[in-house]
Structure formats: structure tokens, C-alpha cells
């Protein structure tokens, strides 16, 4: 199993990035992944997945209304449409899988919101 998130950067407040997150060794269809992010000096927060049950998305409250998570089960890849970037974002975002008690995370990818 492996997650590779990428699509990070800098970008000015009010502006858009998207994320990706390429899964390999498990289909992304039927199974629960979520990004999560870390800030410096903070702890680790859930921002958005996509439930395997049935396909529900689910949101922090900080981030609702401003990001989208989509994923392309062709291409076995999801997505992070991050739009009305705000600094307080800025952090680490990363992938994770968790199955029969094992956690798999991938490497994460720096977004950085600054002017």
C-alpha cells in the first residue's frame, strides 16, 4: 500500500490549489481515505474524506464551503480542490489509508498561503 499526496505550494490568500493523492496496492472505490493536515506547532487535524461505505463526503468546519474532495477511481487518485486559501491553512497536507489496524500514510506535500 502506498499514497503519494503532491500539488503543493505557494499561494497568495484567496487563492486555489489542488491536491492530489495517488493510491497504489488498495482501490481508493469502497475504501476510506483522508487528508489530513499539520500546521507547525499543531496537532494533526482531519480535513476532508471520502467515506468507502457510500461515497459521502465529510468536512472540518474550517475548511466547508472552501474545499472539494473528489477522487478519480480510474485513475485511482484523490483530489483536494482548496479554493479561498486562507494563511491559516498553510501546513502539511497528507494522505491516509487505515485497514486491519494498520495506518498508512503517505508523504505529505507543503502548501503555504502567505502574500
Known amino acids: 500500500v502506498q499514497l503519494q499526496a503532491s500539488g503543493g505550494g505557494l499561494v497568495q490568500p484567496r487563492g486555489s490549489l489542488r491536491l492530489s493523492c495517488a493510491a497504489s496496492g488498495f482501490s481508493l472505490e469502497g475504501n476510506t481515505v483522508t487528508w489530513f493536515r499539520q500546521a507547525p506547532g499543531k496537532r494533526r487535524e482531519a480535513v476532508s474524506c471520502?467515506?468507502?461505505?457510500?461515497?459521502?463526503?465529510h468536512y472540518a468546519d474550517s475548511v466547508k464551503g472552501r474545499f472539494t474532495v473528489s477522487r478519480d477511481n480510474a485513475k485511482n487518485t484523490m483530489y483536494l480542490q482548496m479554493n479561498s486559501l486562507k494563511p491559516e491553512d498553510t501546513a502539511i497536507y497528507s494522505c491516509?489509508?487505515?485497514?486491519?489496524?494498520?495506518?498508512?500514510w503517505g508523504q505529505g506535500t507543503q502548501v503555504t498561503v502567505s502574500s
Open positions: 491516509n489509508f487505515q485497514q486491519r489496524g494498520n495506518s498508512y
Open positions: 471520502i467515506s468507502g461505505k457510500d461515497g459521502s463526503t
